[in-house]
């Protein structure tokens, strides 16, 4: 069984996860644990309330197949937090996939992640944190994969999802990748 671990903070975007989170559950045998900075319930921009299962400061080893990190408003409240910082500084230096959209590009920055990586975000954050992002390469191509790391666009919520099945080996082959990136995408449903 795969582990994944999902990070929610106050005004995340949760509609840019909803085809990856769908993808992991049909697809794959997958256990998902949501984190949030202090375990409590957070509410996401769509005003979704999730319940954290675990708050990111009690894990002291991450043992994940991959960390998902979705984009949203209360990125830049966030930044300066230093146990996001460091479980991201502990999932790479372990070898564990990171995936993010839009803003969430940011915490990776912030982490060292990224340093001369390319990537992809949403322009405005890059342009708001041209000093975080400095030491990377800004594409602003829909999806960046580069080693263990998926940065996405705002809106690449499909190829998020297929990028992700494919980091964590979810299709049986490419026909049903491409299946569910037209499912994605609301042709031929």
């Known amino acids: 069984m795969k582990k994944v671990m999902v990070i929610v903070y106050p005004e995340y975007a949760d509609f840019q996860i909803a085809h990856t989170l769908f993808l992991l559950k049909k697809f794959g045998d997958v256990k998902m644990t949501t984190a949030s900075l202090d375990g409590k319930e957070v509410e996401s921009i769509g005003s979704l309330k999730t319940k954290a299962d675990i708050s990111l400061s009690e894990i002291k080893k991450v043992e994940y197949d991959l960390i998902l990190i979705p ?5 830049p409240q ?3 937090e230093t146990v ?3 479980t991201l ?3 790479y230096t372990s070898n564990i996939p990171i995936a993010t959209i839009c803003g969430g590009a940011a915490f990776l920055a912030q982490a060292g992640v990224l340093k001369e990586k390319r990537f992809t975000c ?3 954050t890059y342009e708001t944190n041209r ?3 400095k030491e990377s390469i800004y594409t602003g191509t829909p999806l960046e994969k580069d080693q263990l790391v998926i940065t996405a666009k705002p809106t690449a919520f499909a190829e998020l999802a297929i990028a992700v099945g494919e ?3 979810l299709f049986r082959n490419k026909k049903q990748s491409n299946t569910f990136y037209s499912f994605c995408k609301g042709e031929n449903s």
Do not use: Q
Request: hydrophobic fraction near 45%; aromatic fraction near 4%.
């Open 122 to 124: 949403k322009l405005e």
């Open 167 to 169: 980091m964590l080996h």
């Open 71 to 75: 984009g949203g408003d209360g990125v």
């Open 84 to 86: 996001m910082t460091e």
């Open 78 to 80: 966030l930044l300066e």
């Open 131 to 133: 000093k975080l992002f």
């Open 89 to 91: 500084k502990r999932a």
